[in-house]
């Protein structure tokens, strides 16, 4: 089945600093990639759409200098919190699908910063 | 604008009953239908789906009803077990992109 690894699974980084999550599809091709950004006990809230080759796609009040996403491969998204604070802790996903009826989730990323 | 509204918010279920979650749309463009599951510190996974050409899809323990008229669908877990306490959200998508529409979430907890 279609697999969505995404890496890594926690990380703890201090105030000011910048952080690169990667969200690979190992045995599909995904032109398009999503990420989601889950506060504890809440819905999924969709961030940005990930286009291969070209930019992203931000959704309404999500700053697109703080999280940069970049799609360099059918393979492989990534998405980089930039000068990190403690609000920006919480649960990160990316999914894609490798087919039209079909949407894989990665494991996802805790990020907390100090 | 919530484009998949579900409820219940949370959900405590004794062992063996049956677990009832229902989600409601209005774009009548959606043709995809799919529930997952989220255990704590995990991605979502796809636990089941329909499409709207039929009312009703089970797999195992897990079943959902589609009311096309009522644009309502909803997922029976029968028999549950502590094992399937987890969040469940419901989605939706068209056919004209690969972009989901989630629900709120349930947060289910089946007490031994």
């Known amino acids: 089945g279609a697999v969505v690894s995404q890496h890594p699974s926690r990380v703890i980084c201090k105030s000011g600093t910048s952080v690169k999550i990667e969200c690979r599809s190992l045995?599909?091709?995904?032109?398009?990639m999503f990420w989601y950004r889950q506060f504890p006990k809440q819905s999924l809230m969709l961030m940005a759409t990930s286009n291969e080759g070209s930019k992203a796609t931000y959704e309404q009040g999500v700053e697109k200098d703080k999280f940069l996403i970049n799609h360099a491969s059918l393979t492989l998204s990534t998405l980089t919190v930039t000068s990190a604070h403690p609000e920006d802790s919480s649960f990160y996903i990316c999914?894609?699908?490798?087919?039209?009826?079909?949407?894989?989730f990665g494991s996802g990323t805790r990020l907390t910063v100090v | 604008q919530q484009q998949v509204k579900q409820s219940p918010q949370s959900l405590i279920v004794q062992k063996g009953g049956i677990s009832i979650i229902n989600c409601a749309y209005e774009n009548t463009a959606f043709d995809y239908f799919p529930w997952y599951q989220q255990f704590p510190g995990k991605g979502p996974a796809l636990l089941i789906a329909i499409r709207p050409d039929v009312s009703e899809k089970k797999e195992g323990r897990f079943t959902i009803s589609f009311n096309k008229s009522a644009k309502q669908f909803s997922l029976h877990i029968m028999d549950s077990q502590p094992g399937d306490s987890a969040t469940y959200f419901c989605a939706a998508s068209t056919n004209t992109g690969n972009q989901f529409y989630f629900g709120t979430g349930t947060s289910l907890t089946v007490i031994p």
């Open positions: 999914s894609a699908t490798p087919n039209f009826y079909g949407y894989t």
């Open positions: 045995d599909f091709q995904a032109t398009t």
